[in-house]
Nanobody
């Protein structure tokens, strides 16, 4: 059983940056691929980024390519999402997830509670 706790969300102006962290406990972090998803009010949960177990391969939704970077530190059992050049449309609750690599939520077994990111214009 893996527990995930996100942190780093907040309110930022458009063009600003935030770094989300997701700390894992209770399992073998390095055996899981990790993903970040987001959900805006009234919308379905959306894939944002994913990283495989070794950290050597990543994938992003087109809308964040070149602005967001996913990374992981297996020694610290933590995955990060560096978000630069933020836009108001990035406003959402951001969730980290652990499981099999992929872009669909059902690929992931464990989920954090989410952290709110609000980008003001």
């Amino acid at each position: 059983q893996v527990q995930l706790v996100e942190s780093g969300g907040g309110l930022v102006q458009a063009g600003g940056s935030l770094r989300l962290s997701c700390a894992a406990s209770g399992g073998t972090f390095s055996s899981n691929s990790m993903g970040w998803f987001r959900q805006a009010p009234g919308k379905e949960r959306e894939f944002v980024a994913a990283i495989i177990r070794s950290g050597s391969w990543t994938n992003y939704v087109d809308s964040v390519k070149g602005r967001f970077t996913i990374s992981r530190d297996n020694a610290k059992n933590t995955v990060y999402l560096q978000m630069n050049s933020l836009k108001p449309e990035d406003t959402a609750v951001y969730y980290c997830a652990a499981g099999a690599y992929g872009t669909r939520p059902e690929r992931y077994t464990y989920w954090g509670q989410g952290t709110q990111v609000t980008v003001s214009s």
